[in-house]
């Protein structure tokens, strides 16, 4: 027999209500068959230039008067039968037209809420929620909402996520933001314009473009090679330029907030306390500016970029808010190998150091492309200590520190005693850091 009190809860318990997305959306869903035809065509070109030589105009005519009524009603069912709901303890998405999904995300394992317009959305005042939730790899979306209907929604899962009652979470709205900092247009071209990555690819383009057709005299071939190589110098310089467009980046009580994008805008949050390592990368043709970039690694989240690039005291001061209490080492504090440790790395040696600090484990490495992790020891995970042949020779090891998000920061060549007290000293200061560190919630 159930227990009266069972009865009284389902009574009182608020009804759920299903919403659907919004109605553009099945424009987007119905590109999905015409999206297989494409591909088909493209991985068979051959096969599909013979199929298509056949058609008369009247079986073309014919067959796309058939596709596209087809297409339309496939876009129109997918948005039919999708929906969604948010109870007192989870997010519910209902997907599927022939096989039926239904996702359950708890809304305490949610740990950011993106909003994104690419730029066919913005002109139709729709976007695109994601959501990083722990133990997933893939983002869930809800694709598309109304703009305003998205932020609404936003607001109202972090507020449920950071415990407010579902009754008064439509109350809290989204929390305000306050302005850190904005990268300006012109600083970002030429930040790009001096990151060696776009010239190297366009170096290479032009000494393996004229060796290609000297020796085969085929444009096809030097096209096949000469448009990858083009193509990944245009993403690493105009592609990034459009993606990091207006990079603004603000503070709030559920986050770091970042806004950014020329024709597709994202609106991503960094969730406090999930950030595992901060890399300040410093480009070979950036030092004499005193420029960095900061990038992440979030437990649970996909994001990774904090800033494009700033000005190197702005960079550190944006670091000890995104890691309370860590101060960036100076130059000066990083230990690098002994001398003994240019046999088992020649050169590129001098690109390593080490600082250990009471909050963090600093490691750098690079010449040209210098990049120093920061990890504080309340995201440590694990410690090893690994040591190659020729490493026992010299007497160096390599220390491993192992964080949150399935990522390794690395000592390189330490001298193997200090690696040793490095190894036993580190997890002793892991355990102190878990033990004093603030919970992990939103809105704190």
Known sequence: MTPPGVHEDVRDR???????????????????????????????????????????????????????????????????????????SEL??????????????????????????????????????????????????LAFLGAGEARALRAELLARAAGFAPETAHEVGEAPSREMLRVPPGVLAVSLLLTGATWGWLVVAGVVVPLLWTATHSLWTVLAAAVPMLGAAGASSVGRFVAEYDWTLGESPDGLRIDHGLLDRAHETVPPGRVQTVRLVEPLLWRRRGWVRVELDVAGSSNSLLLPVAPRELA?????????????????????????ARWCVPLWWRGYGLAVTDTVFAARHGLLR?????????????????????????????????????????????????????????????????????????MT
């Open 14 to 88: 608020p009804p759920v209500t299903e919403r659907r997305l919004h109605p553009v959306t099945p424009l987007r869903r119905a590109w999905a068959p015409v999206a297989v035809l494409i591909g088909w065509a493209l991985h068979d070109p051959d096969q599909a230039q013979r199929q298509l030589a056949r058609l008369t105009t009247t079986t073309l005519l014919i067959g796309l008067a058939v596709l596209i009524p087809a297409a339309a009603l496939y876009g129109f069912l997918s948005w039919w039968f999708t929906h969604f709901a948010v109870t007192g």
């Open 92 to 141: 519910r998405i209902r997907t599927g037209l022939l096989f039926r999904r239904t996702a359950h995300i708890r809304l305490e394992r949610i740990q950011a809420v993106d909003v994104t317009q690419p730029l066919l959305a913005r002109v139709a005042g729709v976007a695109k929620l994601k959501l990083d939730v722990i133990g997933t790899d893939k983002k869930d979306e």
């Open 316 to 340: 550190e001061s944006v670091v000890a808010r995104v890691l309370p209490g860590v101060s960036v080492p100076p130059r000066e504090a990083l230990v690098p190998p002994p001398r003994r």
């Open 370 to 442: 210098r990049s120093l992790s920061l990890v504080p020891h309340a995201k440590v995970q694990s410690v090893r200590l690994v040591q190659g042949p020729w490493q026992r020779a010299r007497g160096v090891a390599d220390v491993h520190v192992d964080t949150g998000a399935n990522k390794s920061v690395t000592a390189r060549l330490r001298d193997a005693a200090e690696a040793a007290a490095l190894l036993r000293s580190q997890a002793e200061r892991s355990r102190t850091g878990r033990r004093d560190a603030r919970p992990d919630r939103w």
